[in-house]
């Protein structure tokens, strides 16, 4: 059973930084994609950055390129989103997601906004002074 667990979230300044980090279990991330998505209130989940573990493709929506780096550690079994220069806009519940097979073909493919299966629970992300 493929299992999510976000953390880091919390409160922060504008420009200020935050490392979210996904525990994961169940599956192996040479054959799975994942991916960080966020929900803000009142608006749609939009896909933040995506990964596959296979080759290392990277995705990242325009307004978090060159803020945010997306990053996975095998050997914690761990995905990062590292966020630098944090704006108010960036405020929203953060989730992580992991899917393979055609999910995976498509984040090779620099597609993030894909079907993903698993999911986290989320954690909230805060940008206010």
């Known amino acids: 059973e493929v299992q999510l667990v976000e953390s880091g979230g919390g409160l922060v300044q504008p420009g200020g930084s935050l490392r979210l980090s996904c525990a994961v279990s169940?599956?192996?991330?040479?054959?799975?994609?994942i991916g960080w998505f966020r929900q803000a209130p009142g608006k749609e989940r939009e896909g933040v950055s995506c990964m596959s573990g296979t080759d290392g493709v990277t995705s990242y929506a325009d307004s978090v390129k060159g803020r945010f780096t997306i990053s996975m550690d095998n050997a914690k079994n761990t995905i990062y989103l590292q966020m630098n220069s944090l704006k108010p806009e960036d405020t929203a519940v953060y989730y992580c997601?992991?899917?393979?097979?055609?999910?995976?073909?498509?984040?090779?493919?620099?597609?993030?906004?894909?079907?993903?299966?698993?999911w986290g629970q989320g954690t909230q992300v805060t940008v206010s002074s």
């Open positions: 169940g599956f192996s991330f040479s054959d799975y994609a």
């Open positions: 997601a992991a899917d393979s097979g055609p999910v995976n073909t498509l984040v090779r493919l620099g597609v993030c906004n894909a079907n993903f299966r698993s």
